[in-house]
């Protein structure tokens, strides 16, 4: 038997089987931002072999052929340039289109019998992936229908195997989420299902993990020792725009928090696992997110802000409310900005905070995690006063211009003992001169090789909700104090600011 390279940490450059992947919400907005523009460059790269097929599945009436024109141009847009024919020709001879009402079993009868037929004329050898991208209210019903029709099954023999990638949100709230669990789990086994956040299969988070525990010189100050706080930013120029229904049943918290910037929490302070296997990784990112001090309804008060943008400026131009948005109601109290202070309950981090802010309308697009290491203990260079309230700072930056800078204090050229912070920078474009791979060919590459790493076992999504469900309870049952705003274009409100100053800390100028 061939030994699986996973088992020791080896994510290893491997070729996935020939399969078949069913997108059900195949000509919605996910599937033509993300999906198809995804696979259509994997199948440039070569990286999924001949036999891979797509088989979209949505209510609109249409045939394989004009389905095949409108991927096509979804691919060429986001491109930018027309699609290579030879390529796309060979790509679109694998796209199969099918009209169905997901929430009708009698469909799934003829989805068993297409499936059948390409694993003939394909030689796709029973090989599934169920992509759930469309509406979280349709999951339950697609699921329980995939698994009354018989389509939940691997082949026993060893061929054949059935995976399903479930999109965020995994629930509304740790009800919710559990509520679903158990509808996944009564279909599905935990190792054939792939819970996505894009996230994960961003360059700059996977190398987190390498910079900690392939380099010998950081992991023995990455402790409470050396470090002062972390802050987690994940910003936004942009507002709601017309997904203003979408964002009133969301908001920030769970569009933000509680995946991407706790995902983002957990790769910075876990322990080192054995090895880079899936198991491995993951318990170490589940043991964090444990460790999360649970908020009482106090320290929601205490340790949180939550905001609103309001008019402003961005790139010069005029931006409106969020309570001018379509969508919105004229009296939400949905926030569109979230701060929080963490504190992780272990040896490693135990009363270091770890700061997170989110938030849509701000000064600029930026994703990033900064580690705030301490000040020297005592500052000899009196002469130059002006430095003494600097500290190193490691940051990681997600989006855009993917990268690392080290801050460092360093001496001007001259006579005079004269000093300032400079930056070590490492980017992946000008480092690598390679074009970064986007987070979803990562991510549906791994999945068709059967890597979990980088996708949620269902312990940690509920961990996360369990974390979040103290400011869903005290947010959603205030309805009398006021919603700070903030302005459009600025960095979130005044409050935001105040609560890394009652710590005589402030966050970083990006």
Avoid at 26 to 55: E, N, V
Avoid at 326 to 349: C, L
């Amino acid at each position: 038997m061939e030994e699986n390279p996973l088992r020791h940490g080896h994510r290893m450059r491997r070729s996935p089987e020939p399969s078949s992947m069913v997108i059900f919400g195949g000509s919605g907005d996910l599937t033509r931002r993300k999906l198809i523009p995804a696979l259509y460059r994997l199948s440039q790269q070569r990286m999924i072999p001949a036999g891979f097929t797509i088989i979209g599945m949505a209510r609109t009436p249409m045939s394989n052929e004009a389905y095949r024109d409108r991927l096509r141009a979804w691919v060429d847009k986001d491109a930018g340039n027309p699609s290579d024919s030879e390529t796309w020709n060979a790509f679109a001879q694998g796209i199969q289109y099918m009209a169905a009402d997901y929430h009708n079993p009698l469909i799934y009868g003829e989805l068993k019998k297409l499936l059948a037929e390409q694993d003939v004329t394909r030689r796709t050898g029973g090989n599934r992936i169920y992509y759930l991208a469309t509406s979280p209210s349709d999951y339950p019903d697609i699921i329980r229908n995939l698994g009354a029709n018989g389509m939940r099954q691997e082949y026993t023999d060893g061929a054949g195997w059935i995976r399903i990638i479930i999109e965020k949100p995994f629930g509304r709230d740790l009800k919710s989420a559990q509520e679903l669990s158990e509808i996944v789990s009564s279909v599905f086994g935990e190792e054939q299902v792939y819970r996505i956040d894009h996230y994960l299969g961003k360059e700059t988070v996977q190398n987190i993990l390498v910079f900690r525990f392939a380099n010998g010189i950081f992991e023995p100050i990455w402790n409470r020792q050396h470090i002062d706080h972390v802050q987690i930013t994940a910003a936004e120029n942009i507002g709601v725009g017309g997904r203003g229904a979408y964002y009133e049943e969301a908001g920030a918290l769970r569009d933000m928090v509680q995946n991407h910037a706790l995902q983002l929490l957990a790769l910075v302070a876990m322990e080192p696992p054995p090895d880079f296997s899936p198991h491995a990784v993951r318990s170490e990112k589940a043991k964090v997110l444990h460790s999360i001090r649970v908020f009482t309804p106090e320290d929601v008060h205490r340790f949180s802000v939550r905001a609103q943008y309001a008019r402003g400026l961005i790139g010069g131009k005029e931006t409106r409310g969020y309570l001018e948005e379509q969508g919105v109601a004229p009296d939400s109290r949905t926030e569109t900005f979230a701060a929080i202070r963490f504190n992780i309950d272990n040896w490693r981090w135990a009363n270091i905070p770890f700061y997170i802010r989110t938030g849509k309308n701000l000064a600029k697009r930026v994703t990033e995690i900064a580690i705030v290491f301490q000040r020297p203990p005592h500052f000899i260079f009196r002469q130059a006063p002006t430095t003494q309230g600097e500290s190193n700072v490691l940051a990681f930056r997600i989006q855009p211009d993917e990268g690392i800078t080290l801050k460092i204090i360093a001496k001007l050229p001259g006579q005079a003992m004269e000093m300032r912070p400079v930056n070590m920078d490492f980017r992946y474009g000008s480092t690598f001169g390679l074009h970064l791979a986007d987070a979803y060919e990562r991510l549906l590459l791994d999945c068709m090789t059967g890597d979990p790493t980088l996708f949620d076992r269902i312990d940690s999504v509920e961990s996360a909700w369990s974390l979040m469900q103290p400011f869903l309870d005290v947010w959603g049952s205030d309805r009398s104090s006021a919603i700070p705003q903030y302005a459009s274009g600025s960095w979130g409100p005044v409050q935001a600011e105040e609560l890394l100053a009652r710590e005589n800390r402030s966050w970083r100028l990006l």
